[in-house]
């Protein structure tokens, strides 16, 4: 396999795992924290483990995940007498449980694919993650190489001056800086441009 398109898997695998959530937030309607009431408040964690305790009294909670946005479940991990440790979605407005989470869900396939690419791990150790690992050399190269051939850049990074007030063919022509696409040798007006060349 090429490394250009390992290096393509890993860059969409990585872009995929960074909204992961938002798409299993989605998918799965259990994980979405729908207010009963546009003014219902968070309940406290002790009141959820009222909640809990009385729906389902022989659940023994052992944390609980408050995320970060409210449109999200809580994640709540709970133990039962006959050995199973289930992940929980609860509302944080009611203390309802709404679901179970999967064992292993689209999250944690992407950001598994995207850190070791699913190799398992042998001997504590995966040679995928090492193979991921690996990849920052090529950018790193990749990042150099911009920065050299972008001669003064941080002159137009420090002082970015885009034209309003001279027309759609000045503004367009200094926000699509032809050097930086790549574009150094050839002119606006030169048909090489009209090709995508």
């Given at each position: 396999?090429p490394?250009?398109?390992?290096l393509?898997?890993?860059?969409?695998?990585?872009?995929l795992?960074?909204?992961?959530?938002e798409i299993?937030?989605?998918?799965?309607?259990?994980?979405r924290?729908?207010k009963?009431?546009?003014?219902a408040?968070?309940?406290?964690?002790?009141r959820?483990?009222?909640?809990i305790?009385?729906v389902?009294?022989?659940?023994?909670?052992?944390?609980?995940?408050?995320?970060?946005e409210?449109?999200?479940a809580?994640?709540?991990?709970?133990?039962?007498?006959?050995?199973?440790?289930?992940?929980?979605?609860?509302?944080?407005y009611t203390?309802?449980?709404?679901?179970?989470?999967?064992?292993?869900?689209f999250?944690?396939f992407?950001?598994?694919?995207?850190?070791?690419w699913?190799?398992?791990?042998t001997?504590?150790?995966?040679?995928?993650?090492?193979?991921?690992?690996?990849?920052?050399?090529?950018?790193?190269?990749?990042?150099?190489?911009?920065?050299?051939?972008?001669?003064?850049?941080?002159?137009?990074?420090?002082?970015?001056t885009?034209?309003?007030?001279?027309?759609?063919?000045?503004?367009?022509?200094?926000?699509?800086?032809?050097?930086v696409?790549g574009r150094?040798?050839s002119?606006?007006?030169?048909?090489?441009?009209?090709?995508?060349f």
């Amino acid at each position: 396999m090429p490394v250009w398109f390992f290096l393509l898997i890993v860059c969409v695998t990585g872009t995929l795992a960074t909204i992961s959530q938002e798409i299993v937030w989605l998918a799965n309607p259990d994980v979405r924290a729908s207010k009963p009431a546009d003014n219902a408040e968070r309940l406290s964690f002790a009141r959820i483990l009222e909640e809990i305790n009385r729906v389902e009294p022989e659940t023994i909670v052992q944390s609980i995940s408050r995320p970060q946005e409210d449109h999200f479940a809580l994640t709540v991990r709970a133990s039962y007498p006959d050995d199973t440790s289930p992940t929980l979605y609860v509302n944080p407005y009611t203390g309802a449980i709404q679901g179970v989470s999967p064992q292993f869900d689209f999250r944690q396939f992407t950001r598994a694919l995207h850190g070791w690419w699913l190799v398992p791990f042998t001997n504590g150790f995966s040679w995928g993650w090492y193979l991921v690992s690996l990849m920052g050399l090529p950018m790193l190269a990749s990042l150099i190489t911009g920065l050299v051939v972008y001669k003064k850049f941080w002159r137009g990074f420090l002082k970015p001056t885009l034209r309003f007030n001279q027309g759609a063919r000045i503004f367009w022509g200094i926000s699509i800086d032809y050097r930086v696409s790549g574009r150094s040798g050839s002119s606006p007006s030169s048909p090489s441009l009209a090709c995508g060349f």
